[in-house]
C-alpha cells in the first residue's frame, strides 16, 4: 500500500484519465444534474422525445450516456474497460436493459449475462458479472412464490424455468471461475431471490466464493440477514459472497408500505442505515475465513473506514475478499484514489441499446438530485481539478 491515509480530496488522481474537454463536457453534466428542477424537465423531454421518435440518440449518447454507460453493446464496452483497466479499476459489465415481461425477454436476457461471464474470463479487468433475478423471471411470480400463494401448473413450470437460468448463469460462473453478483431488489420478492441465490452458494461456493448476494443495509433487518448468512455457511461448509450496499428503492418501500399499513421495512433515518453498514464491515473483517465482500458505495466515510479495519487486522489492500465497487461515471475520487492505494475496486459499467438504458440513466439522474449532497459533491470536485489545472499551466 502506498499510503496510510487515503484523500479522496484528491482529484489529479480522482481526474488523471480525463482530458480537459472531458471535464468541462462533466462539468457541464453535473452542473445541469445540481439543478433538481432542469433534472425533471430534462427527463420529461427526453421520454417525450423518445416517444415521438425525435432523433436525439446521438445527443443523449454524446452527453449522459457517455458518461455513465460504457456502450450499447459488449463490444463497445471495450474502450471504457481499457481505460478503467488502466488505473487498475476492474469492470462490471452490467446489462441494464429492462426488458418485457416474458419468457422469451428472459432467455435473451439470460443469453447476454452469459456472454458477460465469458467476457469476464477472457479478460483479467473484469473481475465480477453481475444479473438481476427480474431479468430471467416475473417479478409477480417471485412475489406470489414469497406470500407462499398455490401456484398453477403453468406458473411452478414458470418458476422452475427461472431456477433453470439462474442455474445455467451460475454454473457458467464456475465453470469458467467467474465471480457473479446477484442483484437486491424489492423487499416483497427479496427473499425468493435470496433463497434462489443461497440454493446456488450451496453448489458453486465449496471451493471458492463465485456466488454473491446483496445485502441491502437500508433495511433494519439486513445486518441480522448477513449474520445468519455467515452462519448457516459456515454449519453447511461453504463461502459466503455478499455485495454491501445501501439500498437503491427506499420511495418505492415506504410507499408501498404506506399503501399496505404495515410497518416500513427501512430505517427512519440515513444515520442507521450508516450504522448497519458500517457494523457490517466490522463484522465482515472478522468473518474473512468464510466471507468475502464487495463494498458497493458512493460513501466516503465507508470506505475510508474499510481501509483503516484492514490495515487494523493486517489484511492486505490486494487481499481477494475484499473489494470495493462504484458506478461509472461517479465518485471517481473513490475509485481511482483507492486502486492509486493499491486496493481491488471496480466500476459497475451499464451497458445496452440507448433507448432501452433510459430508465437507468433517468434513475441515475433522480438519484443524484436526491442525495444529499452528491451531485453537489461530484460538481464541487470537478471545479477544483479544473481550477488545480488552470493554476497549473
Known sequence: MKADKISFEDTSIAFSS??????????????????????????????LFIFLHFPIKKLIKATVFEQFCGGETLQECNKAIENLDKAHIGTILDYSVEGEDNEKS???????????????????????????????????????????????????????RVRT??????????????????????????????????????????????????????????????????EMARYKGHCLGAKLVRGAYMEKERQRAHEGNYCEPVHETKENTDKDFNLALVFAIENKDILSVCVGTHNEYSCQYLTELMRQHKVAPTDKHFYFAQLLGMSDNISYNLANAGYNVAKYVPYGPVEAVMPYLFRRASENTSVAGQASREFTLIKNEMYRRKKAK
Open 18 to 47: 480525463k482530458s480537459d474537454t472531458q471535464l468541462k463536457k462533466m462539468y457541464l453534466i453535473f452542473a445541469s444534474m445540481n439543478q433538481n428542477w432542469l433534472v425533471k424537465l430534462g427527463t420529461f423531454f427526453i421520454k
Open 106 to 160: 428472459f432467455d435473451l436476457t439470460r443469453d447476454e449475462i452469459l456472454l458477460t461471464i465469458e467476457k469476464a474470463h477472457q479478460n483479467a479487468a473484469i473481475p465480477f458479472a453481475v444479473f438481476k433475478v427480474t431479468g430471467i423471471g416475473s417479478t409477480e411470480l417471485l412475489e406470489k412464490v414469497q406470500n407462499a400463494a398455490p401456484l398453477s401448473t403453468e406458473e411452478s413450470q414458470a418458476f422452475e
Open 165 to 230: 437460468r439462474m442455474q445455467a448463469l451460475c454454473q457458467k460462473a464456475a465453470d469458467l471461475q467467474v465471480r457473479i453478483f446477484v442483484d437486491a431488489e424489492e423487499s416483497w420478492i427479496q427473499d425468493t431471490i435470496d433463497d434462489l441465490t443461497y440454493e446456488m452458494m450451496e453448489q458453486f461456493n465449496t471451493q471458492d466464493c463465485i456466488v454473491y448476494n446483496t445485502y441491502q443495509m437500508y433495511r433494519k433487518d439486513m445486518l441480522e440477514n448477513l449474520k445468519h448468512a455467515t
